[in-house]
T-cell receptor
Framework: QKEVEQNSGPLSVPEGAIASLNCTYSDRGSQSFFWYRQYSGKSPELIMSIYSNGDKEDGRFTAQLNKASQYVSLLIRDSQPSDSATYLCAAGGSNYKLTFGKGTLLTVNP | DAGVTQSPTHLIKTRGQHVTLRCSPI?????VSWYQQVLGQGPQFIFQ???????GRGNFPDRFSARQFPNYSSELNVNALLLGDSALYLC???????????FGPGTRLTVL
């Protein structure tokens, strides 16, 4: 069973702090990795994609990938209350299917 | 550009009934995927279609079926509904040849 594991949280950080979200995957054939944000009652919204080992930065968001450790992370700098949501990690293989984790609930406290 | 659209937004059915959910991909996207998301879980893959051909199927019973039309829109059909089919059904589209998937707003299905 190919799995993606995330801490369910909730993860609570103060406004302005760095939020760190982590994810591990079991399928070594996974080639693409995604972070989606999902507000309560809404659909997932793509935040970041990463395909190569290392860091990828986009504004306040940084995704990190370590294929040897089968580990993906998302850092959110200067966290804002509007960042409060569930963050879903997904892994994709050659068949283009995405396997999702259960998500981590992030709460940013003003 | 318009995003992925899905209809209906909400749907209430009773056990044993049949349901059809519809999805229109982003213009230029030829791949459509369907996912089921139950409360507290991540989306689970149901089907993927590319150029009207089924490219992948998840671990769902034969009561679930789908198809893609020449204009790349798609339908998901579920027969003999069970209470456990209550979920948010998500459609996602991808541009060729990318794997990145963009989700629509979803259809909330409630089975009573």
């Amino acid at each position: 069973q190919k799995e993606v594991e995330q801490n369910s949280g909730p993860l609570s950080v103060p406004e302005g702090a760095i939020a760190s979200l982590n994810c591990t995957y079991s399928d070594r054939g996974s080639q693409s990795f995604f972070w989606y944000r999902q507000y309560s009652g809404k659909s997932p919204e793509l935040i970041m994609s990463i395909y190569s080992n290392g860091d990828k930065e986009d504004g306040r968001f940084t995704a990190q990938l370590n294929k040897a450790s089968q580990y993906v992370s998302l850092l959110i700098r200067d966290s804002q209350p509007s960042d409060s949501a569930t963050y879903l990690c997904a892994a994709g293989g050659s068949n283009y299917k995405l396997t999702f984790g259960k998500g981590t609930l992030l709460t940013v406290n003003p | 550009d318009a995003g992925v659209t899905q209809s209906p937004t909400h749907l209430i059915k009773t056990r044993g009934q049949h349901v059809t959910l519809r999805c229109s991909p982003i213009s230029g996207h030829k791949s459509v995927s369907w996912y089921q998301q139950v409360l507290g879980q991540g989306p689970q893959f149901i089907f993927q279609y590319y150029e009207k051909e089924e490219r992948g199927r998840g671990n769902f019973p034969d009561r679930f079926s789908a198809r893609q039309f020449p204009n790349y829109s798609s339908e998901l059909n579920v027969n003999a509904l069970l209470l456990g089919d209550s979920a948010l059904y998500l459609c996602a589209s991808s541009p060729p040849p990318a794997v990145t998937q963009y989700f629509g707003p979803g259809t909330r299905l409630t089975v009573l």
